[in-house]
Structure formats: C-alpha cells, structure tokens
C-alpha cells in the first residue's frame, strides 16, 4: 500500500483520547475537529528540564532516494513508548511546495506516520497561513510608508530587503516590480516572492518563547535604510502589534498523533538550508514538559539543520540534548560512492564503500558537539546483506552503536533495538551537549569555525558584497549574533555536485543578510533557492478528491 492508503486503514483515536497519555484533560486542549488541537503556552512555561532526555535525530548529506529522519524519528517515539518510556514526537510542520511539487509531504512513511496525514500535508491548522499573512502586512506597511507623504519615515526603496511570501512553488514569482499603476499605485520597485517557509517572520515564531519575545523580535526586525542612511526596523513602522495578533494562535503548539497512536507534536517548519530547520522552541519545550522523553528532528544533514539546532535554537532556549541519531540508508551511501540513480537499488558494495566517508564525516562532526550519536540503519527492501554488514563494520570501526531499523514496514516495533541503544545512551549521558561556538566571538570566526570543522573546508573566501555586509553588521551592532549559513543541503562543500566527504576545497560567501529579529546572520554561500519551482510533473497531478471527500495521490 502506498502511505496515504495506509494512513487511511487506521482507526485514528480521538484527540481528547491521546491528550489523555499525556495526563492532559478535554479543558487544556483548543480542538480543530476530533483528532487535532492546540495547545496552550504555559506548558512551554512551565518546563523542570530535569530527567528530561531530548534525543535530537538528524542524517548524513541528503540525497534525492531520501534518507528517512521524520519516518525513523515516529517510529523511534512509538517505540521508546512500546518499552513503557513515556515519550512524544516533536517535528515540524509540511510546506505545500514541496508537497505540490516535487519531493511530497513530510509525515513520515509506512507505519511510521503522524496522522492525520492529509490534514497536516494540507491546510493543518492554518499556522502557515498566520505567518504568510503576517508577512505579507509588514510588506504592506512599508509599501504604504514610501507612498505617504505625511508619515513617511523616508525609506530608501532601493534599500528594503523584505519580501512578501507564499506557500506555494512559483518561480515566476522570483523576480518582479510592484507599485505599477500610476501614481495610486504606489512607487515602483523591484523585489519578490520567497516560500512561507523561509520566511524570517518563520524562523521568528519557531524561536520565540512566548508572546512578548514574539513582539520584540518582530519589532527588530531589519528594513533597511532611509535617504539619510538611518537604519529603520519593523517597530518603526508600529507594525509588531498587528503583526503578533495575526499569529495568536499559530505560535501555539498543534497535538496530533502517530500510527502506533501516541501523541506527537507537529509546529512550525523553517527550511535548514536557509533557516533554522528545526520545529518552534515553543513545541519543544512543551513536549519536555508533558513527556519525560523527545524526538526531535532537524533537517536535511548533520551540517545544516542539526548544527543551527544546537549552535542557535539549542543555545537561545537553554535547551540541551541527551542522545543524537544519525539515519544512514544504504541508497544515500551508494550515491554518494557515485552510483547513479538508475542503478542505485542494484547491490554494489564497492559503491556503498566509496560513500562510506559521508558517514563518517557526520559522526565525527556529532562528537565535536560532545554527543553521542546512534547510527539508524533506515532498511530498504532492496537492501542486500552485504551492503548492511559493510555498513555495520564502519559503525564498528568508528566505535558507535548502532542498529537497523525497519519502521516503515513495521512502526515501533521495527525499531525496539534503536530504542534500547538510545535511550541507555540518553540516561547515561545527561545533557552533556557543548556549542561549537561562543556567540560574542567575531563574525567571520564563527563562520571559519563551521566551515572548517562541520564542512571540511580548506578556507572561505569574501566577495566585495559579503566584506560590506561585514562591515554594515559591526556598524548595526549586531556582531553578537550567531551564524546561520545558507549552504546546498546536497554536499557537505557549497557545491552541490560534490558529493562524499569533499576536501581541499574553498567556502565562498556571498552577502550576509540580517534577521535580527529572528536574531541570527545569515551567510549567503552557493546558489540558495528561496522560491522553488515546480518540476515538470509535479506531485499536485496525482492529488484528487473523490465524490465523499476522500483525498488521494499524496505522499
């Protein structure tokens, strides 16, 4: 059966039901329909982060078979619960690009899914809607402050940064001029669209900790400059206030449920290659709270969702993880041993061999962190013996545990042993996690730091725009920020087509863009793509609905 056939066979429990296991009562929950709901914020508040165990999940480079981090991460949670841990879930929410286009949604797989799954592939609970309207308000009021003649605060438009978003795959929206129209019509400028979820207004909700954090990050949100090269922020615009009371109930956290039918916490959804990549402090926090375990994820590899999560997100919040997994798949392995796609289900031991340094590469990047991560063997049926015991006798090489695990096929009970392994490790370890960085240490040192040591760059190199950017950032007084680099999420260098463990190459950085209201730089490398296109036939074709409102074709 395909995922949604399958995520369709099971007998969903109530809401009220699953908010039950987690000593929640009918009072304490905000319903959207019976098998959805919202969560209130004082549990995020009310956090004792003692005996807690974070267990943080996370994967070598991604390749286009895809690697398995959300699947392997609910059927870690099912499992930990079916050994009688009283665990959640913790992932973020799907983008419909990607599910309209080309990689699908992001629910998981098989019997390791959260559920319901078209709702949350979908509209969900209008979270992405808030903060694309939100978005879209601030762009509204800068238009509407260069058109004033009585209130303008003199706004360079040649200088504004911020873009308008939507939740879609448009690429005719990457390059246009608004105000068109005569002089009613504003004044004409370039700019753009970018994807909800590389939004800064995304990253801010994900990183906020309660509404009065939310507002003053929205207020410092950066503009960019007058006429008379004054820097203007959101709050000069008066635009925090509408802009917070837009997301009232976004920045709440949604309950919902896995396959094995325990509770999992679905919120927020930045993109790692250009944000944060990890779900909202808020629904961390708040699973810590109601659970004494959580699986959390972050996205695409190790270098990008995972260090951004521990050097930012884990760093701003306090919180510290237990436990660290790795998923490996002997696919990824063999493309990145340069095995082509159309031979990549084919055994090839040497092939898999060659990728074999991608993995290592990533586990040695995890114990800079001073983690100690479990490698997730994700099994495929295509899989043969040998490739798996090659890929066990690195792990044993290295000194890691390790275990395979069959979750797709078999939910929790597919991964008893990853559980076991994990969570010894979570008990034994505490919180033991230590930053690569300290933020008050000079930009391009904190950039250096990554690059060589999570990358294995040889150096980095500045163009003429990225040394201005530099120089803007020590002008603004935001040095003391940290570092969140947009890198292609394909190879561990800055150019996608190098594959493995590259080395003896160079990091250029572009420009270093400001979100200082998500309070983070962002350091431009490679060709980042913040308003995808659709493929040639994207998945939106074989999404239907029947006559009794029956979805098919998603996955």
């Known amino acids: 059966m395909t995922d949604i056939e399958i995520a369709q066979q099971i007998n969903l429990k109530s809401i009220v039901e699953i908010a039950g296991q987690l000593g929640l009562s009918r009072d304490d929950l905000e319903l959207y329909g019976n098998y959805k709901a919202k969560l209130p914020l004082h549990f995020s508040r009310d956090l004792d982060q003692q005996n807690k165990k974070l267990i943080l999940v996370s994967a070598i480079s991604p390749t286009p078979p895809g690697e398995g981090k959300t699947t392997t991460s609910i059927g870690l949670n099912d499992a930990l619960n079916l050994l009688g841990k009283k665990s959640i879930v913790v992932l973020r929410e799907p983008s419909l690009g990607p599910v309209f286009g080309m990689k699908g949604g992001a629910t998981g797989g098989g019997y390791a899914q959260v559920l319901p799954m078209e709702d949350i592939n979908l509209h969900f609970t209008g979270d992405f809607s808030a903060i694309e309207k939100a978005n879209n308000l601030l762009a509204a009021l800068i238009d509407n402050n260069i058109q004033s003649r009585n209130r303008s605060l003199g706004i360079d438009p040649r200088t504004v940064m911020w873009k308008r978003v939507i939740d879609m795959n448009d690429r005719a929206l990457r390059h246009m001029v608004v105000g068109l129209g005569g002089s009613t019509g504003g004044l004409p400028r370039e700019t ?162 060659n990728g074999l340094p991608n993995l290592e590469k990533h586990v040695e990047n995890m114990l800079k962190f001073k983690l100690k991560p479990v490698v997730a063997i994700n099994h495929f049926a295509t899989d043969s013996e040998g490739e798996i015991e090659a890929i066990c006798n690195q792990c044993e090489r290295l000194g890691v545990p390790y275990a395979i695990s069959k979750v797709w096929e078999r939910g929790g009970e597919g991964a008893i042993k990853l559980a076991e392994k994990v969570a010894k490790i979570a008990d034994d370890n505490g919180q033991a996690f230590q930053p690569l960085y300290d933020w008050q240490w000079p930009v391009k040192q904190k950039i250096e730091i990554i690059c060589k040591e999570i990358y294995g760059a040889e150096a980095i190199d500045y163009t003429l725009r990225a040394r201005q950017d530099l120089r803007k950032i020590n002008d603004l007084g935001l040095n003391g920020l940290p570092v969140c680099i947009a890198k292609t999420q394909k190879s561990l260098s800055d150019n996608p087509k190098l594959l493995g463990r590259p080395e003896n190459f160079v990091v250029t950085v572009r420009q270093i863009e400001i979100a200082a209201g998500a309070g983070f730089l962002i350091p431009i490398t490679g060709e980042i793509m913040r308003m995808p296109g659709l493929p040639e036939m994207p998945s939106a074709e074989h999404i239907d609905i029947d006559a009794d409102g029956q979805i098919s074709g998603l996955f």
């Open 192 to 353: 753009a669209f970018d994807i909800t979820a590389a939004s800064e207004i995304m990253a801010i909700l994900c990183l906020a900790t309660d509404f009065t954090d939310l507002k003053e990050r929205i207020g410092r949100i950066f503009i960019g400059y007058t006429f008379g090269k004054e820097p203007i922020f959101a709050a000069d615009l008066h635009a925090a206030g509408a802009m917070a009371a837009l997301l009232k109930d976004a920045i709440k956290p949604n309950l919902v449920q896995t396959s094995g039918g325990f509770p999992a916490i679905i919120h927020g959804g930045p993109f790692a290659n250009i944000a944060q990549g990890t779900n909202s402090v808020i629904a961390t926090r708040t699973g810590l709270a109601l659970s004494d375990y959580v699986v959390t994820e972050a996205g695409f590899g190790f270098d990008l969702g995972a260090e951004k999560f521990l050097d930012i997100k884990c760093v701003s919040s306090g919180l510290s993880p237990s436990a660290a997994v790795l998923v490996a798949t002997v696919r990824a392995l063999k493309y990145h041993g340069g095995v082509s796609l159309k031979e990549i289900n084919e055994p090839n031991i040497i092939g898999l061999k």
